[in-house]
């Protein structure tokens, strides 16, 4: 089993930033491909960004391309999510997850977290 447990999601203004972090517990957190996914109100959760075990290859949703970075430091057992030039259309439900590859599709994932608010206003 892996817990994972996001934090650092709030209210922010267009233009703004945020940094997710979500810390992993229990298996070993090397041993996973990480990813971010966000459901916003009213719609499907989608696929945000993914990250390789090692960290060394990286894959960000074309809606996020160029404003939003993963990375990851196996020694903290933790997975972010540096959020750039935010928009009102990035207001969702952000959650972390792990997976034995790194993939856009949720059925991939076996670990979730609880999620993280993340609210752009205008």
């Known amino acids: 089993q892996v817990q994972l447990v996001e934090s650092g999601g709030g209210l922010v203004q267009a233009g703004g930033s945020l940094r997710l972090s979500c810390a992993a517990s229990?298996?070993?957190?090397?041993?996973?491909?990480m990813g971010w996914f966000r459901q916003a109100p009213g719609k499907e959760r989608e696929f945000v960004a993914v990250?390789?075990?090692?960290?060394?290859?990286?894959y960000d949703a074309a809606s996020v391309k160029g404003r939003f970075t993963i990375s990851r430091d196996n020694a903290k057992n933790t997975v972010y999510l540096q959020m750039n030039s935010l928009k009102p259309e990035d207001t969702a439900v952000y959650y972390c997850?792990?997976?034995?590859?790194?993939?856009?599709?949720?059925?991939?994932?076996?670990?979730w977290g609880q999620g993280t608010q993340v609210t752009v206003s205008s």
């Open positions: 229990g298996r070993t957190f090397s041993n996973y491909a």
């Open positions: 990250i390789r075990r090692s960290g060394g290859s990286t």
């Open positions: 997850a792990a997976g034995n590859l790194a993939t856009t599709r949720q059925s991939d994932y076996a670990y």
